[in-house]
T-cell receptor
Framework: GAVVSQHPSRVICKSGTSVKIECRSLDFQATTMFWYRQFPKQSLMLMATSNEGSKATYEQGVEKDKFLINHASLTLSTLTVTSAHPEDSSFYIC?????????????FGPGTRLTVL | QKEVEQNSGPLSVPEGAIASLNCTYSDRGSQSFFWYRQYSGKSPELIMSIYSNGDKEDGRFTAQLNKASQYVSLLIRDSQPSDSATYLCAFRAGGSYIPTFGRGTSLIVHP
């Protein structure tokens, strides 16, 4: 299957700092990438959809000025959590959509666990 | 509003048994259906995709789709303790590339 990487896998930061998370599709081009957040024992929550070369589409309730998304190339999308606070501590997961013929499968990165002190 | 319903479980089955996981969806326009497995503390992993009515088999896994009844199921034969995880059902409507995920069913396979 397709491989999606995320970096870093784990980050601990102080309140008020910004954290950048990278998501890369390693062996395919992804015109669309998704960013999710998952709190412990909760379901995946879609934060935003990122299309290469255009502005991200944010889900209702997600602050676009706080969660900056840049999809600069067909293999890289970044999520920057600005001025992070303890309530932003969560598991952030990206996924990338592979287009193959008529099928559109989505593959997840390994996730980034963010802890804000 | 697009919705996916899954029993949160946990579903507990003995090793070697068949585990049956079910999912219903509300959008009749849905065309793509997926099952993901998520181990605790890890990200979801795609294990099956199904696009047409009927069964699709891959090793010990069989996905079953019934569009008329709007449900999709996942059967795991010869369940192993390593199958213990949360299984997420997802679907995507025709013309949309944004999937809708269920909350997941927790499966426990006990020795």
């Amino acid at each position: 299957g397709a491989v999606v990487s995320q970096h870093p896998s784990r980050v601990i930061c102080k309140s008020g700092t910004s954290v950048k998370i990278e998501c890369r599709s390693l062996d395919f081009q992804a015109t669309t990438m998704f960013w999710y957040r998952q709190f412990p024992k909760q379901s995946l929550m879609l934060m935003a959809t990122s299309n290469e070369g255009s502005k991200a589409t944010y889900e209702q309730g997600v602050e676009k000025d706080k969660f900056l998304i840049n999809h600069a190339s067909l293999t890289l999308s970044t999520l920057t959590v600005t001025s992070a606070h303890p309530e932003d501590s969560s598991f952030y997961i990206c996924s990338a959509k592979m287009t193959s013929g008529n099928y559109n499968e989505q593959f997840f990165g390994p996730g980034t666990r963010l802890t804000v002190l | 509003q697009k919705e996916v319903e899954q029993n949160s479980g946990p579903l507990s089955v003995p090793e070697g048994a068949i585990a049956s996981l079910n999912c219903t969806y509300s959008d009749r326009g849905s065309q793509s259906f997926f099952w993901y497995r998520q181990y605790s503390g890890k990200s979801p992993e795609l294990i099956m995709s199904i696009y047409s009515n009927g069964d699709k088999e891959d090793g010990r896994f069989t996905a079953q789709l019934n569009k008329a009844s709007q449900y999709v199921s996942l059967l795991i034969r010869d369940s192993q303790p390593s199958d213990s995880a949360t299984y997420l059902c997802a679907f995507r409507a025709g013309g949309s590339y944004i999937p809708t995920f269920g909350r997941g069913t927790s499966l426990i396979v006990h020795p």
